[in-house]
């Protein structure tokens, strides 16, 4: 019963921070393992690389969102739930059976979330411009074995973010873009429950109201505005670009560190050549240089191939695996992805994954 509640008390978390989220950086760019910088013609230039705006093709396009997300042990958790959660409310039950039904999610991170988004882009002159929307809703649970009795760690950051973006070519070779952004940050530091703490704190979520009450003591709530730049170089065939976010930026009054990246992308034109293949491209990204820890969680390798209305990702993130496709229908284009990140300072620490989907549509003037 306790864990149902765990999993209830999720879903309910969800459906409070609804209005609120985390960074990201779109369904295309995760299934390319998060390596899109130089090539973001789509909405996701907002966020990832304002002058790869200039790489908006269109007049005008409205983009609207929304996706959902969890964790692949989430179905492990459930089994969990059925098999061995009476014994959680009672310590005299808990035997070796239990510890080897959590052994698939023990030390992992589970979550669940939404995120919905929109974005405006327009070519007018000799500008581009964008303006996006979105909040996201990552909240995650982990289960950890402990020495006598399991311990569970919460936390969240969820992050409402509105950006003003323009970019500009400068000649054949350079577009420079800048970013404005405003965030609106409720965060949950990852925190460690005890049993009988999780044993006090799960009945308060009852309901949304008593959910509210239960979580306020444990939220931290900031707000700031930010600067995101970036530029992309030409060459034919081969993109290279920079981005400096946060440059600067401020959350509840404090100076964030800013976060410097580069990135490239090739275009694969015998393979566009074809009558099958509308675009095929390679990217790489080494994300965020300066952050601390091992360069395999900064590198970033990516690939699509779009054939008529089918989207194709791959790519490695962090060291990771990941996935995605799109299915577009006239106005209308349906998402999945699989993507995993290393929460941890190096590849294999901490991975966590998540099963992606989203539907949208892209509506164009």
Known sequence: MIIKTIILSLIICASI??????????????????????????????????????????????????????????????????????????????????????????????????????????????????????????????????????????????????????????GRRLSLGASLKFTDRYAIPDRPLTLSELLEFTPKFSSKEEAIDALDPLLEHTTGPGLDVGAVFHFGSLKLATTLQDFPSYMGGELLRPRLSLASAYKILPLMETKLVEDATVTMDIADIMRYGNFLTKLNLGAELRIKNLDLRAGVHQGYITAGTTLNFFIFHFDYLHFTEEIGDYPGFMPASVHFIQLGADIRF
């Open 17 to 170: 921070f609804a209005k609120a989220g985390s960074t990201f950086t779109g369904s295309r760019a995760m299934g390319m393992g998060n390596a899109n910088r130089a090539n973001a013609d789509d909405a996701s230039a907002t966020y990832l690389n304002p002058a790869c705006l200039d790489l908006f093709q269109e007049h005008m396009q409205l983009s609207v969102n929304l996706s959902f997300f969890g964790n692949p042990a989430l179905s492990d958790l459930a089994s969990f739930s059925v098999n061995q959660g009476k014994k959680l409310g009672d310590l005299k039950k808990i035997d070796h059976s239990l510890y080897e039904d959590m052994r698939p999610f023990d030390l992992k991170w589970l979550g669940v979330g939404i995120n919905p988004n929109v974005a405006f882009m327009a070519r007018t002159f000799d500008l581009t411009w964008g303006a996006s929307y979105y909040w996201h809703t990552p909240l995650r649970l982990m289960l950890e074995s402990g020495v006598l009795v399991p311990k569970f760690f919460v936390g969240a950051q969820m992050d409402q973010v509105l950006t003003a973006s323009v970019a500009k070519r400068f």
